[in-house]
């Protein structure tokens, strides 16, 4: 019988470094903001994707760090035609939301902006990457203070268990003004049924 | 009309998020959608917006606007002859 892969594949963003799998693989200056940051990532995984030039902060993050985890997660094993994605985060498009805001303020200067307008809903983010990928699973984002490992798991093992898809891309993506943080794993049949909350909740912190 | 180029192409760099791209790189009668700039449906909105608020041009006619949106040349030509600012 073949052995099943235990290794925990995961990716976390913040304080302008990337960690993928335990290894710390990008680390900047503290002081560089969001904008040049997510450029300089991008340009690292020669993501060749213009349509991300387009997006805010929330779906820029999400995206990068799904490329991070999924390039290195199908390195070793086939990628399905299909995953799912959970998402979560505490300050849901809020970011965007102010800068939507901004643009309505004045009632002498009223110019909505159509293409912050878009980005005004946290879900937005995991579109993004369905777009990018063609993923047509299902998907959910849900907003709450903290990261809520448990209720992530067992919403991913429903979605394995049920047979909806045998790939989770699960996490936590969140922006407010300059601070951000994502963290996102892979669930799966070879993981799902042999790692902890607590595992989970020691990586994300 | 050359500068009013450059600040339109400055423009639309900055208001419709294309960082990858310089005012070099678009060319006056480059398409600006489908295969030139790539430009989609909310940046055609964007457009519309810009023209309103930096020109004081308001354009509600969809077959004038394909037209208008065609290049770099035919906008700038249009904000020549319509602009109030």
Known sequence: MKKKQNIFHYCKIQNNSVLLNDKIIVSEDK???FSEFSKMLYHQI?????KFFKMDDLS????ITSEYLLTDYF???KKPNDISII????SSSLKTDKQFQKTIDNK?????SPSLFVYTLPNISIGEICIKHKFMGENIFFISENFNSKLINEYASSIIKNKKNSIVLCGWVDFNEENFK?????ASNNYIYNITTNKIDKLFK | MKELKLEVKSKIIEELNLGHLNVQDIHDNDPLFKEGLGLDSIDALELIVML???YGIKLNDPTEAKKVFESIESLCSYINMNRLR
């Open chain 1, 46 to 50: 020669k993501l060749n994707y213009p």
């Open chain 1, 75 to 77: 390195k070793k094993t």
């Open chain 1, 31 to 33: 002081s560089i903001l």
């Open chain 1, 182 to 186: 994502a963290f996102m794993y892979i």
């Open chain 1, 60 to 63: 820029k993050l999400a995206l």
């Open chain 2, 52 to 54: 309103d608020k930096d």
């Open chain 1, 87 to 90: 998402l979560s985060n505490k």
């Open chain 1, 108 to 112: 002498d200067s009223y110019f909505p």
